[in-house]
């Protein structure tokens, strides 16, 4: 079974500065995509950024961008020039990309602080 | 723009009454799911469901069932709630082949 293990529960970063999250996961498939989900604190959760496994160039969406290791099994969101808004849970999920598959296996989530 | 609402965003209820949370999408998806989100556990997969009337087991089935007659509605059910299912409830879309999903703002059910 695909797991994704997310090792920093909490995290702080003053504000403009650059913060990197960490994610591991661990699956036998070769073809997948791996996701980084922002939930703010009213509860909306959102995606934030998207990496297919096939792609060897890391995803970039504005001051969002991941660092993909496929062979050691990690991908980490680093988010630069950090604002207040960037406060919140952040969720490493997975999905085999497969026929047939629906499921999305998320991490438990790490808690991000903006410190002005 | 994608939106799932969910018909409550807190919801109180009794131990043993039956729960209901519904969720509407307007973009057309093939799936949909059901999470619950509690505290250092993250989102546990509860049911999904890839086209009408079809539904599959997530992770922790027990103790709720869901209903999809329609292609834009789903819904979860608590046939005799219990307090060990107080948390969020979030409810997800997501179109044929295409892996993203999109959130609902949740429920948050509390059960006394």
């Known amino acids: 079974a695909q797991t994704v293990t997310q090792s920093q529960p909490e995290m702080s970063v003053q504000e403009a500065e650059t913060v990197t999250l960490s994610c591991t996961y661990d699956?036998?498939?070769?073809?997948?995509?791996l996701f980084w989900y922002k939930q703010p604190p009213s509860r909306q959760m959102i995606l934030v950024i998207r990496?297919?496994?096939?792609?060897?160039q890391n995803a970039t969406e504005n001051r969002f961008s991941v660092n993909f290791q496929k062979a050691a099994k990690s991908f980490s969101l680093k988010i630069s020039d950090s604002q207040l808004g960037d406060a919140a849970m952040y969720f490493c999920a997975y999905t085999y990309s497969g026929a047939g598959s629906y499921q999305l296996t998320f991490g438990k989530g790490t808690k991000l602080s903006v410190i002005p | 723009d994608v939106k799932v609402t969910q018909s409550s965003r807190y919801l109180v209820k009794r131990t043993g009454e039956k729960v209901f949370l519904e969720c509407v999408q307007d973009?057309?998806?093939?799936?949909m799911f059901w999470y619950r989100q509690d505290p250092g556990l993250g989102l546990r997969l509860i049911y999904f469901s890839y086209d009408v009337k079809m539904k599959e087991k997530g992770d922790i089935p027990e103790g709720y069932s869901v209903s999809r007659e329609k292609k834009e509605r789903f819904s979860l059910i608590l046939e005799s709630a219990s307090t060990n299912q107080t948390s969020m409830y979030l409810c997800?879309?997501?179109?044929?082949?295409?892996?993203?999903?999109?959130f609902g703002p949740g429920t948050r059910l509390t059960v006394l």
């Open positions: 990496q297919e496994a096939y792609k060897q």
């Open positions: 973009m057309d998806h093939e799936n």
């Open positions: 699956t036998s498939e070769s073809d997948y995509y």
């Open positions: 997800a879309s997501s179109g044929k082949g295409y892996n993203e999903q999109f």
